[in-house]
C-alpha cells in the first residue's frame, strides 16, 4: 500500500515523476523536488493536481550543506502529510461552483445560502486551470449539481486567451446528467497575463490592465454572439437538466453602468444568439439584475433548488 | 523562535508571502499555499529560496472536501519539516561550483578530487537562477574557494539570454576575497527556452533544439570578444587570487571537434580578448585540452589547491 509519493529530478526527471502524480487524485501526499521549477515554472508540473513543488537551489549533485538541507525537509514534508490526521470527510452533497474575483460577490453570498441549506460548495478559480480542475472533480469526486459563475474559459478557448480550460469545458456535467445552473459570468472578457502577453492584433481593444500580471479584453458584439452559439451547442447535449440565468444589467464588476467594460449592446447579442441556438431542452430567463446585486444570487439560489428538485439531505456519495 | 512558516495566498497574497519568505535561509521550512501557482508559475514566488510550494487546486474560498484535504497535507508538510531531524553540520570547507550538463564530466571528475581531498562541493545549475542562488550562497553561507564551470550566464546578460544571473554575475567572490579558479565553461552559447523564445534577429544563427524548453545558440566571434573583455573587467575587480584555466580544445561537450559548436576561430577571439583586458594580478593560462577531457579535470585540481594554498583542514565555518 502506497501513502505518499516522492520524487526527486532535473527537466527530464520532473517531467516523468510528474506525470506519474498527476494520476493521483488531491489529497494524495506528493512532493516533487525540482531542479528546474525555479526557472521552467511550476505550471508545466503540477496541472490540475496538488503537487507540492520544492526547488532544489542547488544542483542534485552528491550531498553538501545546501542539498542535505532540502532533501531533509522533502523527507519532512511527506512524512509529514502521510502522519498528519486526514480530515474528516464531508457527508453533505456538494456543489462545485466557478467564479472569478469580478463575481465573488455573487459566488459568496449564494454560497452562504447554499451552505445554510445543507450543501458543501466547492469554489474553482476560472482561469484555465480551475476550470480544468473543476472538470475533473466532478468527474472524479462526484458533484450532485453545478454553477456556473464565470465562462470565460470558453471565450478564451474561442479567441485564443491565456486562461482556456480546453474544447470540452462545461461538457462534462451534461455527459454525466449533473444539473447545472448556468449564468453568463464573466462573459464580457477574456484574459491575458502581462500586457506584452496580448497579441498584435488586439491592440487597438478595449483592454484592462488589472495587475502587472492580469490584463482583459472586452469581448464585442460579434464575438460575444459567436460565445453565445458555442455555450447553446454545450448545453444543447447535456443529458441533465440545464437553467440559463441571464443577469440583463451585467455579467462582471466591470461590466455594469459606469463600468469599463459596460457594452449592453454586445451583451444583447450574446443573449440573443443563445436564445436562438439553444434547444427547447434548455430552460433560459432573463433577470433585469446585474450579477453582483443580493437579489441576483437569491434568484440563483431559488432557480437551484428548483433545479434539485429537493431541500437535500445528507448524501451517502463520497 | 521561530521554526517555520506556512503562507496560503491567491495572486497578491502569494506575491506578499513568498517576499517574507525569501529573507529566510536555504533549509529554513516554508510552505506556501497558493490558488495562482499553477497558472503564473512557481518562479515569481521562489526566487533562489527553498519555498515548497502547493497548488490549492480549488479556491480558498472556504472548507470543502478538496480545500479541507489541501490545507491538512501543508499542516502535514510544515510540521513534519519543522519537526523532521536536522541534517548534520557540515564541518568541511564548503568550495561552490557551476556547471552545466554540457560540462559535467569534468565537473563530477573535480568534485570527486575535491572531495577526497576533504573539500565539500556546492554545485548549482547555471540556468540563470542557479548563478543567482550560488552568489547568494557566497555571500550568506560561506564558501572558502569558487570553481567556475559555466560562464554562460554572463553571455546571456549579454547578449538576450534567458539564462542571465543578472549583471553582477561572478563579482560576489571577488569583493569577499574569496580565491576563484575560472574556466569558460559553456562560455560558447547562451541559453533560450522553447524555439519560440528565439528572439526574430536571432533567427539564422546557429542554434541547438537540446529539448522542447532548451534551445541554444553558438555566440559568434565578435561576440566571444565582447564575452572576454566582459570577464576580464569582473575579475580585474577581485580582490582575491584569482586565476583563469582555459580548455584550447573548446568550452562545452558541443564545443569540439565534430561537435555542433565547434568553432575556434571564435574561441581564439574569446581568448586573445580576455588576455588582452585582464590584469596583470590575474594569472591565466592556456591548456591543450577540452574541458571535458579527464586530464583537464586533473589540471584544474592541482590549480585549485595551489590557489588555496594548502590542503585543507577541517574548518569552524558554519
Redesign the interface.
Known sequence: EIDGVLGIG???GSAVCSHAMRQLP??F?K?LVS?????????AY??????????????I??L??????????A????????????????VRP?VTMS?LGTTTAC??RL?ELL?GEGF??????A????GK?MEE?IKE?GAEGVIELAVNEIGNELFGGK?SAGPQRMEVAGALGIPQLITPGNADFINF?SIETVPPHYRDRKLHRH?P??TTMRLNREEMEVLGRTLADKLNKASGPVKVIIPRKGFSSWDREGGIFFDPQADEGFIRALREQLSGEVELKVVDLHINDPAFAQVLFGEFKALMGRVPKKSTRR
Open positions: 532535473g527537466g527530464q488531491v489529497g501526499p512532493v531542479t528546474k521549477v525555479a526557472q521552467a515554472g511550476a505550471g503540477v496541472g490540475t493536481r496538488d503537487i507540492l513543488v520544492l526547488p532544489s537551489v542547488a544542483d549533485a552528491g553538501n550543506r545546501l542539498t542535505k538541507r532540502v532533501l531533509s525537509n523527507a519532512g514534508a511527506i512524512v509529514g502529510m502521510v502522519e498528519g490526521e486526514a480530515p474528516q470527510e464531508e456538494v467564479m459566488g459568496l454560497k451552505e458543501e460548495v466547492v469554489v474553482f478559480h482561469i484555465g486551470v480551475g480542475a472533480f469526486s486562461a497575463l495587475n500580471q492580469a
